[in-house]
């Protein structure tokens, strides 16, 4: 769980993602298309990063999205802060994007 964390808080926007996961792909296309530049970890052969992950909160594990070292959600809630417009908001603050 600490090296969760501790990957987390290193850059403004990190992505925990498998390459299997279409959601995953979605997530980091969305953040890429925001100008953001994600630090992207994948979990498809750390079985102990995805059940660390788990214990954080994270249902699914993947994709597991932190912004500003916060967990913001998994695709759904992503998706849901883009479509109210508190996405991009919460990007620039914690300094993923500039505007």
């Given at each position: 769980?600490?090296?969760?964390?501790?990957?987390?808080s290193k850059k403004a926007a990190v992505i925990f993602t498998k390459s299997s996961c279409c959601m995953c792909h979605s997530i980091k296309a969305l953040f890429y298309d925001l100008g953001a530049s994600p630090a992207i970890h994948e979990v498809d052969h750390?079985?102990?990063?995805?059940?660390?992950?788990k214990r954080l909160g994270c249902n699914p594990a993947v994709p597991a999205v932190f912004v500003g070292g916060k967990y913001i959600g998994s695709a759904k809630d992503v998706i849901s802060l883009h479509v109210d417009g508190s996405l991009k908001q919460k990007l620039i603050e914690a300094r993923a994007i500039w505007f």
């Open positions: 769980m600490d090296r969760v964390k501790d990957l987390a750390d079985a102990e990063m995805e059940w660390a992950l």
